[in-house]
C-alpha cells in the first residue's frame, strides 16, 4: 500500500465518521423534538378530558339546584380554553391560562360541595369530582413529562455538536418549558442567567 | 437465690409471654413484671463479677505456670510437650470464659427482638403464614410470573410468606408479601500447581439470592409487565411513554399496546419514576388473569431499626407503644393505591 493510498484510507475514514456523526446527531435532534410534539399532545389528550367530565359535574350542580354563578362561569371560561389547545402547535400561554381556570374551576367545585350538603354527599357527584382530579392528576404528570422532554430538546440543540448541527441543518429554536405562574408568584427569588 | 437465677427466671418467663402474644397489650404484662425485677431485685443485667474473678484466677495461674516451665529447665525435660498442653488449656479456659461473659446479656437482645418483629407485625396489620410447600409454591408462580423464570439454578422456593391489608383513601386490598430464595450456580476456571506441572479446572460455585415481592389482585388491566430488574416474559408488544427517565429505566411488554397505552398514564409512569429511586430491580406485571407481582431485590421492606431492649423496660415500652411504621412497605402499598386510583376510570 502507497503512502498516498494510506493517506487517503485515513481522509475517507475520517470523512465518513463526520457525516455518520452529522446524520446522527441531526437525526437525534429530530427524533428529540418529536418526543416533545408527543409530550404536549398527551397533555393537550389529558386537559380535553376534562370536556367528558364537565358536563355530567354541570348535570350534577343543576340536579341539586346548585346554581352557584361563579362556578358555572368558571365552567364555560374553560370549555372555551380548552377548545383552543392545539395538538399540532407547541403554545405553552394557552397552557397556563387553561391551567390557571382548571385550577380554580376545582376549587370552586370544592366550594360549592361544601355550601350545598346534598351536593357533596352525592356519589354521582363525587365519583365525577373524582375524575376531575385524577385527570388533573394526569395533567400535572403530562406537563412535567412535557419539561423533562423540552429540557432534553433544548440540551440537544444547545450543547456541542448539536448546536453546530442545528445551526446547520435542523434549525431549530429552544423551546419554552411550562411553568406555573400561579406558583412562581409567591417567589421572590429569580434566577438570573447570563446567556441563554 | 442469687440475682442471676432469679434473672434466668424472669427471662424464661418474659420470653414465654412474649411468644404467646397475640396483641400489642399482651406486652404490658411484660413490662410490668420488668420493672417490679428492677425495683425489688436489681438491674436487669447479669452479674459477671464471679466469672470475671475466675478469669482474673485462671490467668494469673497460666501466667505462673507459663513462667515456671520456661524459668525451669528441669520441668520442661520431665514434662516435654505436656507443658505446652497445659498453657494451652490455661488459653482455651480463658476464651470460654470471656465468650460466656460476652454472650451472657445476648438474651435480652434476643428477647427484645422477638418483642420488636411481632409489635412491628401488629401496628402493620400483618401476620405471618406458614408456607406448607414453598417449592410448589415457586413452581405455581412460576408459571404465572416472567420475575421467578430465568431466575436460579436451583434451590428455589418461596421461603416466607406474610399476609396483610392496606386500607388505602380510595382503594383497600390484602395483599401478601413473600421472600423468594434461589441459587446460581456458576463455573470458574482454576489453575493450579501441581508439582511442576500447571493443572487447569472448572470449579463449580454457588451464590444464594433472594427477591422480594408483594401479591395482590389487580382487577384493572391484564396482561402487561413492566420491568427494570430481569425475568423472562412472554409478552408480544412492546411499549415506550414519552417520558425518556421512565425509558431509560424501565420495558414494558404487553399482550397489546392499547392495554400499556391506557395502563400507562402520565401519573403512573410518573409514579414508576419515583419508585425506582427507591427499589432495585423492579418488575411490576399483572398476569392475564389480573394477578399482580411487584418484585424487587430490596430485603429491607419489613426491617426497622431497634432502638431500645427490655433491659430498660421504660424506653422500650414507649417504643414498643409507638406505632412502628414502615416506610418502604407503605411507599409500596401507596404505589399499588395510584395504579388502582388511574386505572380504575370509567372512562
Known amino acids: ?196 | 437465690m442469687s440475682h442471676n437465677r432469679r434473672l434466668d427466671e424472669l427471662l424464661a418467663r418474659v420470653r414465654d409471654q412474649a411468644g404467646k402474644a397475640g396483641k400489642e397489650e399482651d406486652f404490658a404484662s411484660i413490662f410490668t413484671m420488668l420493672r417490679e425485677f428492677r425495683d425489688s431485685v436489681g438491674p436487669l443485667k447479669y452479674d459477671n463479677g464471679a466469672k470475671w474473678k475466675a478469669f482474673g484466677v485462671i490467668a494469673a495461674l497460666g501466667a505462673a505456670w507459663t513462667l515456671a516451665y520456661f524459668l525451669a529447665p528441669e520441668l520442661q525435660a520431665t514434662l516435654g510437650d505436656a507443658g505446652y498442653y497445659i498453657m494451652g488449656g490455661f488459653g482455651l479456659a480463658l476464651v470460654v470464659l470471656l465468650a460466656v461473659i460476652g454472650t451472657a446479656n445476648a438474651a435480652f437482645d434476643e428477647i427484645s427482638d422477638i418483642i420488636f418483629e411481632k409489635d412491628i407485625a401488629f401496628d402493620n396489620g400483618l401476620t405471618e403464614v406458614e408456607v406448607e410447600d414453598g417449592h410448589e409454591m415457586y413452581e405455581r408462580l412460576r408459571e404465572r410470573f416472567g420475575d421467578f423464570r430465568s431466575r436460579g439454578d436451583e434451590s428455589r422456593y418461596i421461603r416466607d410468606l406474610v399476609k396483610g391489608e392496606w386500607t388505602g383513601t380510595e382503594h383497600s386490598f390484602p395483599f401478601e408479601y413473600y421472600v423468594f430464595h434461589y441459587v446460581r450456580v456458576y463455573y470458574v476456571t482454576v489453575t493450579k500447581k501441581v508439582g511442576n506441572q500447571t493443572v487447569t479446572t472448572r470449579e463449580r460455585r454457588t451464590e444464594t439470592l433472594y427477591r422480594y415481592g408483594l401479591l395482590l389482585d389487580f382487577p384493572f388491566a391484564k396482561g402487561i409487565a413492566v420491568t427494570s430488574g430481569g425475568g423472562s416474559y412472554d409478552y408480544p408488544e412492546g411499549f415506550q411513554p414519552t417520558s425518556e427517565s421512565f425509558s431509560g429505566s424501565f420495558e414494558v411488554g404487553a399482550d397489546d399496546r392499547q392495554t400499556a397505552a391506557r395502563f400507562l398514564k402520565p401519573a403512573v409512569v410518573l409514579a414508576f419514576t419515583e419508585m425506582n429511586a427507591h427499589f432495585s430491580g423492579l418488575n411490576v406485571e399483572i398476569d392475564r388473569e389480573g394477578k399482580m407481582n411487584i418484585a424487587f431485590s430490596d430485603s429491607d421492606v419489613l426491617d426497622l431499626e431497634r432502638r431500645s431492649s427490655i433491659a430498660d423496660p421504660d424506653a422500650f415500652e414507649a417504643e414498643i407503644r409507638s406505632h412502628l411504621a414502615l416506610p418502604k412497605l407503605r411507599m409500596l402499598l401507596q404505589f399499588v393505591e395510584t395504579l388502582k386510583k388511574h386505572n380504575d376510570s370509567n372512562f
Not at chain 1, 446524520?23 to 429530530?30: H, L
Not at chain 1, 341539586?64 to 358555572?72: I, M, S
Not at chain 1, 357527584?125 to 400535572?140: C, I, P, Q, S
Not at chain 1, 429540557?151 to 418549558?177: H, K
Request: aromatic share 6%.
Open chain 1, 1 to 196: 500500500m502507497t503512502p498516498t493510498l494510506i493517506v487517503l484510507c485515513i481522509i475517507g475514514l475520517a470523512a465518513l465518521i463526520v457525516v455518520s456523526t452529522i446524520v446522527s446527531v441531526r437525526n437525534g435532534i429530530v427524533a428529540s423534538k418529536n418526543r416533545v410534539k408527543r409530550a404536549w399532545a398527551d397533555v393537550i389528550a389529558y386537559q380535553r378530558r376534562k370536556l367528558n367530565v364537565i358536563p355530567a359535574l354541570e348535570q350534577g350542580l343543576k340536579d341539586h339546584q346548585a346554581y352557584e354563578q361563579g362556578t358555572l362561569e368558571k365552567i364555560t371560561a374553560l370549555r372555551g380554553s380548552l377548545a383552543g389547545l392545539s395538538a399540532d402547535a407547541v403554545d405553552v400561554g394557552r397552557l397556563q391560562q387553561v391551567d390557571a381556570q382548571s385550577k380554580s374551576l376545582l376549587a370552586g367545585l370544592r366550594v360549592t360541595a361544601e355550601a350545598y350538603p346534598v351536593l357533596k354527599t352525592s356519589e354521582l357527584y363525587a365519583g365525577w369530582m373524582r375524575e376531575l382530579a385524577e385527570t388533573e392528576d394526569n395533567v400535572a404528570a403530562a406537563i412535567t413529562i412535557f419539561n423533562e422532554t423540552v429540557q432534553s430538546f433544548n440540551d440537544a440543540i444547545q450543547e456541542w455538536p448539536g448546536s453546530a448541527v442545528n445551526a446547520r441543518y435542523n434549525r431549530e429554536r429552544p423551546l419554552e418549558t411550562f411553568t406555573d405562574p400561579a406558583a412562581q408568584a409567591g417567589i421572590e427569588y429569580r434566577p438570573t442567567f447570563s446567556r441563554q
